[in-house]
């Protein structure tokens, strides 16, 4: 009888620990799911954490700068199919762009024109708007409409007596602080006359044929501040032929002549590129004197284009709108006049031929 109550006993204590285990594993999961539901829903609600950017060394940001400017790789086309040609070139010539050795003429600037921006190497400059307005437009369009009957009056008046001097006459504001840039040097006419005229300080010449290269390189050897370079400028890097015109040869255009064609190599490098090279986000340019039988219109285009048509005061080009291979010229120039009248105002003008502007807040 005894040991039935003891066996009674073991199996009610058995059930109640086993009432207990269940009570204490319900209650435990209770709980669990209680905190699980309260941390979804801490996650659901809360705002997610700030992103962590790893700090960085060295790399000197400035708050809210611009973007630095375009830069263009030295670039040559080495694609061209090599032949004898007549204007000297040498090896280099032909498996170099031209421009590797263009530094910065900052240092040899007068204080007067230039940056006092440590930093203007890196200049941003905003670009204008490539679309006209609709005054603009309707301008551009009423230049198109007459640019034959302007062209042969343009051409006309400046070649008439000795009016064609005023491209040399006109610039009495140089002195020895200006700068000059010489875009299409040729035999150096140009170039002698205004700096007998006004010692300009640096005066700077670009001239892609070898041969009228050479005979600048003789015609001022003497000349301390002349800076001479054997290319041209143009939209993009590049080598062709050419065939050299005019009389005594001259005058060269890539127009005139063709890649299979041309008896000299001519090279140009990328406008906006080489102004960079030059250094001229940190001075400014004087005047800047274009004259190179059609290259005038990719050049124009690319200094406005590129915003940095605000660093030079003058600006002076000779127009070629009836070269059979320059495409929609009278469209182009229309189109340059208008944006040009944005930052610079005529101070002389032979339409379609030659013409100076000059910066507006320049008196």
């Not at 007596?161 to 602080?177: A, M, W």
């Not at 340059?336 to 944005?342: A, M, P």
Request: include cysteine.
């Amino acid at each position: 009888m005894k040991s039935r109550y003891i066996k009674l006993a073991l199996i009610a204590g058995g059930v109640v620990a086993t009432v207990l285990l269940l009570n204490h594993l319900h209650n435990a999961k209770s709980f669990i799911n209680e905190r699980g539901n309260e941390y979804s829903n801490k996650l659901m609600h809360s705002p997610p954490p700030p992103r962590v950017v790893p700090l960085l060394s060295n790399t000197h940001i400035k708050r809210n700068s611009p973007p630095p400017p375009r830069v263009v790789p030295l670039l040559s086309n080495t694609h061209i199919k090599r032949k004898p040609t007549k204007c000297g070139e040498t090896e280099d010539d032909f498996t170099m762009a031209g421009n590797e050795g263009v530094k910065p003429l900052t240092e040899k600037i007068a204080l007067k024109f230039r940056s006092n921006d440590s930093m203007c190497a890196a200049r941003y400059f905003p670009k204008p708007n490539p679309q006209l307005t609709p005054e603009e437009t309707r301008r551009k369009q009423a230049c198109v409409k007459t640019w034959a009957a302007d062209h042969r009056k343009g051409s006309g008046a400046f070649w008439a007596g000795n009016t064609q001097y005023v491209r040399h006459t006109h610039h009495t504001y140089l002195n020895s602080d200006s700068v000059v840039f010489d875009i299409g040097g040729n035999k150096g006419e140009d170039a002698e006359a205004m700096i007998k005229r006004f010692h300009p300080g640096n005066y700077l010449i670009l001239e892609p044929i070898k041969t009228l290269f050479s005979d600048l390189a003789k015609v001022f050897k003497s000349e301390s501040k002349i800076l001479l370079y054997n290319f041209g400028l143009a939209k993009k890097n590049d080598k062709f032929y050419v065939n050299v015109l005019g009389h005594g040869g001259d005058a060269t255009s890539v127009f005139a002549g063709n890649d299979n064609g041309g008896s000299c190599l001519l090279r140009v490098v990328n406008t906006t590129h080489f102004l960079l090279q030059i250094g001229v986000p940190c001075y400014e340019v004087d005047l800047i004197t274009v004259n190179c039988e059609g290259c005038e219109f990719e050049i124009l285009e690319e200094l406005i284009a590129s915003g940095m048509i605000g660093q030079f005061r003058h600006v002076q080009f000779a127009t070629h709108p009836t070269l059979k291979h320059l495409k929609n010229a009278p469209e182009r120039y229309c189109e340059i006049q208008e944006k040009l009248k944005r930052t610079h105002t005529v101070s002389y003008q032979y339409k379609w031929c030659w013409e100076n502007w000059k910066r507006k807040d320049i008196n």
